[in-house]
C-alpha cells in the first residue's frame, strides 16, 4: 500500500507542475508582449514572454520534431519509472514527478505552438540568464534532487557493502 500511495505523490506532483505551469504560461501570453520586460523584482526579476523553439534555456538542440519526440519519450520512460520502480522514497518519486510534470508542460506547449512558452527572466548588472519557465523549474529542482538521493544512497550501499566485506 505505501508503494501505492507514493506513486500517488508522483501523479500528483506532475498534475500539480503541470497545471501550475499551463496557468502560468496561459497569464504569460495573456498579459506580456513579446520581448517586453516587465519589472518584479527590480531589474533582477522581470518577465519577458519569449518563444523557446530549441531546448533547455533556448540551447539550439537537434530541431523542433526532434525535441518534440526526445520530450515525448521522457514523459513515457519516466511514467514507466513511476509505475515500475519499487521500493523509492516519496521524496524520490516526487521528484520523478515534478520532471515528468514538467516534460508534460513543455511537450504542450510543443503541441499547440511549436514551441515553448518562456517569460521568467532573471540577472542582474549585464548578466541575464536565459528565459525560462515554471516546467524548466520543476525538470531542474527535480532532477538535482533525484541525483543526491541516487548518490546518497550509492554511498550507503556502499558503506553497507564495505562492513559486509570486512566481517
Do not use: C
Request: aromatic fraction near 12%.
Amino acid at each position: 500500500m505505501i508503494i501505492q500511495k507514493s506513486r500517488l505523490y508522483a501523479y500528483l506532483t506532475a498534475f500539480g507542475v503541470l497545471t501550475l505551469d499551463q496557468l502560468t504560461k496561459r497569464l504569460a501570453l495573456g498579459g506580456l508582449e513579446l520581448h517586453q520586460p516587465e519589472a518584479v523584482l527590480g531589474n533582477f526579476l522581470r518577465f519577458t514572454l519569449a518563444w523557446n523553439q530549441g531546448a533547455a534555456f533556448s540551447m539550439p538542440w537537434g530541431g523542433p520534431l526532434f525535441l518534440t519526440v526526445i520530450t515525448a519519450a521522457a514523459v513515457v520512460m519516466v511514467s514507466i519509472f513511476i509505475w515500475k520502480l519499487q521500493k523509492l522514497s516519496t521524496l524520490f518519486l516526487a521528484s520523478l514527478g515534478a520532471v515528468l510534470g514538467g516534460a508534460l508542460g513543455n511537450l504542450m506547449d510543443r503541441f499547440m505552438y511549436g514551441k515553448v512558452v518562456d517569460f521568467i527572466d532573471i540577472g542582474f548588472t549585464g548578466w541575464r540568464w536565459p528565459t525560462f519557465n515554471v516546467a524548466d523549474i520543476a525538470i531542474t529542482v527535480g532532477g538535482v534532487i533525484l541525483v543526491i538521493l541516487y548518490r546518497k544512497e550509492a554511498a550507503a550501499e556502499k558503506v553497507m557493502k564495505e562492513e559486509t566485506d570486512g566481517s
